[in-house]
């Protein structure tokens, strides 16, 4: 009897180890998106990079070249292919030269809906003093640029939308 209950119980915990290092089901392929369906979401990015000039009208330049932008949204607003259970979908685009940036994303008939998650940058802003009734530059210092995660709902095929974007510093 004792004999059957070790074989038993080391069968048990072979069974066990077995079923645990089985390969997790996986996709075969990767969900494709029907991306004949798309829109364009583009703007202009803006940071306060320089003091010196927030006497004049325009106290904002554009953001620096290279600035990413990302686009996430929930990969279930999509009809998927293969079906399944799928996590965010990530787009990105960087700022071009005068801030601008443009990218096309994927939508469906229902709208999609997006968040824009625009990635900090560190910048050595250029500083002002007042000297003598006249501003002077004053060198630079480290600032770090932020904007809030935003929404973008509803976003439909062939929907030209425009976000542009003012960062904020510390």
């Known amino acids: 009897m004792k004999k059957v209950f070790l074989f038993l ?12 290092c089985k390969k997790k089901d996986e996709q075969s392929s990767p969900a494709t998106i029907d991306l004949s369906k798309s829109a364009t979401i583009k703007g202009v990015v803006r940071a306060n990079l320089d003091m010196f000039n927030d006497t004049s009208a325009t106290p904002m ?14 990969a279930q607003q999509f009809p998927l292919n293969p079906s399944g259970t799928y996590d965010d979908l990530i787009y990105s685009t960087t700022v071009g030269t005068n801030g601008v940036y443009s990218i096309k994303v994927p939508t469906a008939n229902q709208g999609v809906n997006y968040t824009l998650i625009a990635v900090d940058f560190e910048y050595d802003q250029g500083q002002r003093k007042l000297v003598g009734g006249y501003w002077v530059t004053d060198g630079t210092k480290r600032k770090v640029y932020t904007y809030p995660n935003t929404p973008i709902n509803n976003v439909v ?8 974007i003012d960062y904020s510093n510390n």
Request: net charge negative; charged share 20%; aromatic share 14%.
């Open 157 to 164: 095929t062939d929907d030209i939308i425009i976000k542009d």
């Open 9 to 20: 119980t080391i069968a048990f915990y072979f069974a066990v180890i077995v079923q645990s």
């Open 61 to 74: 330049e554009f953001a620096p070249s290279g600035t990413r932008l990302i686009f996430q949204t929930d």
